[in-house]
């Protein structure tokens, strides 16, 4: 009798022990990610690849002699910032969707400068347009820090400096037919945008988790 007391005693210690330690797991599991918001990164993510395969693309039909297309890629590139803008217009609104697009439109317009003028070996007038772009970078940095307060603004303009910098990488080679420098490039600055993206996406995540 004695030994069975001991053996419902024991049990009873072991479950309780077990429930407690299930618990704890529970409660110190990280929260689940909705398939919302991984759409949301996901198609993000798309956009800011695009961003800059189309720019990579404008370079190849601004620098290539005979090149017909380089109106088309412009008109494609653009639509991509339209296409970024209107991505969070759902949480934050038309007028701030619109306003980030025009940022980006700007950044592009610029880029565009410095694709011609490097073309025409202007160097004396792709310095100020340089100052001009990373300007934009740090409108475009504003913009974002004080639409979402989990942005730190410094690391955002880190973030789009380290892009302004692969693209003048992607042009560089191209105006030097450096073709193996370019695909580094290229791959490089997919890598970094993928990085900024989800920076972006997870911090827009985390400020509406409502909405997600």
């Not at 025009?102 to 004396?124: F, M, N, S, Y």
């Not at 970078?137 to 302004?164: C, G, T």
């Not at 693209?167 to 900024?196: C, F, P, Q, Y």
Request: glycine fraction near 4%; charge should be negative.
């Amino acid at each position: 009798m004695k030994k069975l007391l001991v053996l419902g005693f024991i049990f009873i210690v072991l479950s309780n022990a077990l429930a407690g330690s299930v618990s704890a797991n529970a409660n110190s599991q990280e929260p689940c990610i909705s398939q919302s918001s991984v759409t949301f990164e996901n198609d993000f993510r798309r956009l800011w690849i695009d961003h800059v395969l189309w720019t990579s693309n404008y370079i190849t039909s601004a620098t290539t002699a005979g090149a017909e297309d380089q109106e088309q890629v412009l008109a494609r590139l653009l639509k991509n910032q339209e296409d970024i803008g209107n991505a969070v217009k759902p949480v934050y609104g038309e007028d701030a969707g619109n306003k980030l697009t025009e940022l980006l439109k700007e950044h592009i317009v610029i880029a565009g400068k410095i694709v011609d003028a490097a073309k025409e070996g202007q160097a004396d007038t792709v310095d100020p347009l340089n100052k001009e772009w990373y300007r934009n970078a740090d409108d475009i940095a504003s913009f974002l820090s004080e639409a979402n307060p989990n942005l730190n603004i410094e690391d955002v303009k880190n973030l789009l400096y380290a892009h302004l910098e692969l693209v003048a990488n992607d042009l560089t080679a191209s105006l030097s037919k450096d073709w193996e420098a370019r695909i580094v490039a290229i791959d490089e600055g997919i890598n970094h945008i993928i990085l900024m993206s989800d920076a972006i996406s997870k911090a827009v995540v985390k400020q509406f988790p409502e909405k997600f």
